[in-house]
Structure formats: structure tokens, C-alpha cells
């Protein structure tokens, strides 16, 4: 579920997990970046991904950052916040972020809303 909220420095994406992840989940999310172009061209982004399942390989990572890099190409920043609680999803939130090696697109690994919130705003 994706929800745009607005504060006093704009437009806040709110996105809640599917229980289950697979890579298909993933790209389509990352899709909806590229589609949508009424978001803010600075997007800051809370993703609750709590008691999800991780549902692809970890070795597909790899595609999700392909995909990430084209997304920051519409980008002036995208700063996304990820809140998980069990330690798999956290493990591969890590790697991603890891991985990732883009400048424009920070993925920060939260456990609280309180914490995330806080730093999608620290811009």
C-alpha cells in the first residue's frame, strides 16, 4: 500500500510492505518511481516492512540495484527510509544498501518509525 502524506517540508511516500517480498515486488515499487511523475524530484520515502517475508534470492540483489541506479537517474535525491524487525529482512536490506553504490538514492535501515522519520528529514 503506498500513501503520500505531506508535512511542513512536503511530500512524505508512506509505503507498507507486502507480507511477502519477491524480486517481482521490488522492481514494481521501483517502477512506480519512475512513473509517477508528480513525485518530488527530493523524495523522501517511509517504508514499513515489518514481519515481512523475503521471498527472492539474495543473489538477485544484483537486479534490484540495476533497477535503482535507472530510478536515481529521475532523481535530484531520494532519501528511503526502511523500518524492519526480524533480523532476515534486516540482513537483506544491508546487502542492498551495500551494494547499491549510488549517491542520490541513500537507503537507510531503521527499527523504529520515530528513528526513520527523523532521518528522511534531515536533509
Request: hydrophobic share 45%; glycine share 2%; net charge negative.
Amino acid at each position: 500500500m503506498i500513501n503520500k502524506i505531506f508535512d511542513k517540508k512536503g511530500l512524505i511516500l508512506c509505503v507498507t510492505s507486502n507480507p511477502v517480498i519477491k524480486l517481482e515486488n521490488m522492481i514494481n515499487g521501483l517502477d512506480y518511481l519512475l512513473k509517477d511523475k508528480s513525485l518530488p524530484r527530493d523524495l523522501r520515502i517511509i517504508e514499513n516492512a515489518y514481519d515481512v517475508e523475503m521471498a527472492y534470492d539474495i543473489e538477485e540483489t544484483q537486479i534490484i540495484v540495476e533497477k535503482m541506479h535507472l530510478v536515481a537517474q529521475e532523481y535530484n535525491s531520494i532519501r528511503h527510509a526502511v523500518i524492519h524487525n526480524t533480523p532476515i529482512s534486516t540482513a537483506y536490506a544491508m546487502v542492498l544498501e551495500q551494494q547499491k553504490n549510488i549517491d542520490r538514492y541513500l537507503l537507510g535501515i531503521f527499527t523504529t518509525e520515530n528513528i526513520a522519520l527523523k532521518w528522511v528529514n534531515d536533509i
